[in-house]
């Protein structure tokens, strides 16, 4: 059972950036494809980003393309999604996961989700 905290949200103002982090504790990250999901309040949770095991390739939902960048340090067995330009539909809660792409959308294929963090935009 992959174990992974994510920290690093916070308030931030429009037009800010932020860098998640996604820790893993008891086994290596690097066997996996590792992605971000989001959930705001009243809505479904969301696939935001995807990066492979194999070759470090990476995919992101429409609504980020651009702003956002995911990227994974093996050496510290972690994951970061690095968030700029935000804005106030990007407020949710941020969650990592294994993450597979079926059918063109960022998904979930097992594991649970974690206590996830906290990203609020607004002024």
């Known amino acids: 059972q992959l174990q992974l905290v994510e920290s690093g949200g916070g308030l931030v103002q429009p037009g800010g950036s932020l860098r998640l982090s996604c820790a893993a504790s008891?086994?290596?990250?690097?066997?996996?494809?590792i992605g971000w999901f989001r959930q705001a309040p009243g809505k479904e949770r969301e696939g935001v980003s995807c990066?492979?095991?194999?070759?470090?390739?990476?995919d992101y939902a429409d609504s980020v393309k651009g702003r956002f960048t995911i990227s994974r340090n093996n050496a510290k067995n972690t994951v970061y999604l690095q968030m700029n330009s935000l804005k106030p539909e990007d407020t949710a809660v941020y969650y990592c996961?294994?993450?597979?792409?079926?059918?063109?959308?960022?998904?979930?294929?097992?594991?649970?989700w974690g206590q996830g963090t906290q990203v609020t935009v607004s002024s």
């Open positions: 996961a294994a993450c597979r792409i079926i059918a063109g959308t960022i998904r979930k294929p097992f594991g649970s």
């Open positions: 008891g086994f290596s990250l690097a066997s996996y494809a």
């Open positions: 990066i492979s095991s194999v070759d470090g390739s990476t």
